[in-house]
């Protein structure tokens, strides 16, 4: 087992797996770079490939006896425009193009749009985007069986290239047949945190958590318009939120898109949900072994808002610079971690506390460490729900997450500030004092004469019964036993 020293930041990290990163020694530079969760991209490559890619990572956990998150993201419905004669065309600025039900190959006035249901559902003045919204086309008359538009920017037009509608809401299931293997396919493989991708309604969560049936956690990918309009329903359905930058700056324009994630990251903090913040982060890393200035600006951006974690897509899927993109991540939020004012920042959201006494105890968490010096902040869960409520408060301390389900402890290493460890169940109080104080000096928080609040709930062993702190020092006795 290789020794593993806590990381030191609160925000977390999560690399997306692909070609230039799924080999198991790349993976462990990864993790030791910085990278604290990983994301399988299911909309390529084979279970197979997919299934060694888990096997890597878990067998990084046992290396480094650290809970590592797995999010297996589902593809989600690719809508996208048919065939041309020649492969492609070129569609002038200011035609006509048509879409429409004819299958036959298309050409520089038309193509077959092989999604029936378009037709009878946009309206005159509605907007078309094709190809990540390289050509935007708007909507002059909606028939039955075409939609005639004209190009307000033009261009190159090739085979199968995506579609988009950012104004109107698609009556298409958010889980496709492809998606339902893949889902049971992550399940199996043991993935703790599935991605559902192009969520517009709060019904679409529905049936992913019933083919769940309790396996795993269930984050949101916020990418549509729609989903933003309901925003508050799908934080209330799903486990997490991930802002999807790369689709809904699409369908946005792209001054929209930073108060949206904003809006966004807000909103789930106050829910005490993990938020993830994705997509084009480090993009210009993918061929460079530098960002540049406006992304770095990004990235802190995300950490000062308070985001629990921070995501890399191609940057380690396919990029040239994967280990430099994460070290660069760790040493962007580490930065930001360090500044005076970053405390002031993540606590700028007023947070409305349930009136409970498990609320209550979490929000005199983070009084406590503002009051006094303390090493860390022990939470003693079963469910997750008792170190959900602590990050929530972005308390000054780090937040050790002990917990008998190995399950649990790899979900919540997704939110802020948590160092999550997997051990046995405790009896009473003195074992969880004992256990506390151990664990702490186990994993590098406390010395002799260090303060740590205890968090739990009484009776030991029942799930939402939290109802007890504590605030123990660690005796010099104690270290040496440790120590010996």
């Not at 001054?255 to 913040?277: D, F, H, M, W, Y």
Request: a neutral charge.
């Amino acid at each position: 087992m290789t020794k593993f020293e806590p990381r030191g930041r609160k925000v977390k990290i999560l690399a997306t797996v692909g070609p230039a990163s799924s080999d198991p020694a790349m993976l462990r530079r990864l993790f030791r770079a910085g990278a604290d969760a990983f994301r399988v991209n299911l909309s390529h490559g084979e279970h197979a490939t997919h299934a060694e890619t888990i096997r890597a990572i878990r067998a990084l956990e046992k290396e480094f006896a650290r809970p590592i998150a797995i999010l297996c993201d589902l593809q989600g419905p690719k809508l996208r425009v048919g065939a041309f004669a020649e492969g492609r065309a070129i569609i002038p600025h200011g035609h006509r193009f048509t879409l429409d039900r004819d299958e036959t190959p298309g050409d520089a006035s038309r193509v077959f749009l092989p999604h029936a249901e378009f037709f009878g559902l946009l309206a005159p003045g509605q907007r078309i985007l094709i190809n990540d919204g390289k050509i935007r086309l708007r909507v002059v008359e909606a028939r039955a069986d075409a939609i005639v538009t004209t190009a307000e920017v033009g261009g190159v037009i090739s085979d199968r290239k995506g579609i988009n509608v950012p104004d109107a809401e698609i009556p298409i299931p958010a889980l496709t047949d492809k998606d339902r293997r893949d889902l049971a396919f992550a399940l199996d493989a043991g993935a703790d945190w599935i991605g559902l991708s192009f969520v517009q309604r709060p019904e679409d969560l529905i049936e992913a958590r019933r083919l769940m049936a309790g396996r795993g956690s269930l984050c949101a990918k916020i990418e549509k318009p729609q989903a933003v309009q309901r925003l508050a329903e799908i934080i209330e359905l799903s486990d997490g939120i991930m802002v999807a930058r790369g689709d809904l700056g699409v369908e946005l324009n792209p001054e929209e898109v930073p108060p949206l994630q904003k809006r966004i990251v807000n909103a789930t903090r106050q829910s005490g949900k993990p938020v993830i913040v994705a997509t084009q982060m480090l993009e210009s890393m993918i061929e460079s072994p530098a960002p540049t200035r406006a992304e770095v600006s990004d990235v802190a951006n995300a950490v000062y808002d308070g985001a629990d974690t921070v995501m890399l897509s191609a940057e380690t899927a396919a990029g040239q610079w994967p280990e430099e993109a994460v070290l660069m991540m760790d040493a962007i939020a580490r930065q930001v971690e360090r500044d005076e004012l970053y405390r002031q920042r993540v606590r700028l959201l007023h947070l409305a506390s349930d009136p409970t006494v498990a609320d209550a105890l979490s929000h005199s968490c983070m009084t406590i460490a503002d009051s006094v010096e303390l090493a860390a902040i022990a939470v003693f869960t079963w469910s997750g729900n008792s170190a959900r409520r602590v990050t929530r408060e972005r308390p000054a301390v780090p937040v050790m997450v002990l917990t008998p389900s190995v399950a649990v402890a790899r979900r919540v290493s997704l939110m802020w500030g948590t160092h999550a460890v997997a051990t046995r169940d405790i009896g009473s109080f003195e074992e969880m004092i004992g256990k506390a104080k151990r664990m702490a000096l186990r994993h590098g928080f406390a010395g002799a004469g260090s303060r740590v609040v205890v968090m739990a709930g009484v009776p030991f062993g029942v799930s939402g019964a939290t109802n007890l702190l504590h605030v123990v020092t660690v005796a010099g006795d104690e270290l040496e036993k440790h120590e010996g």
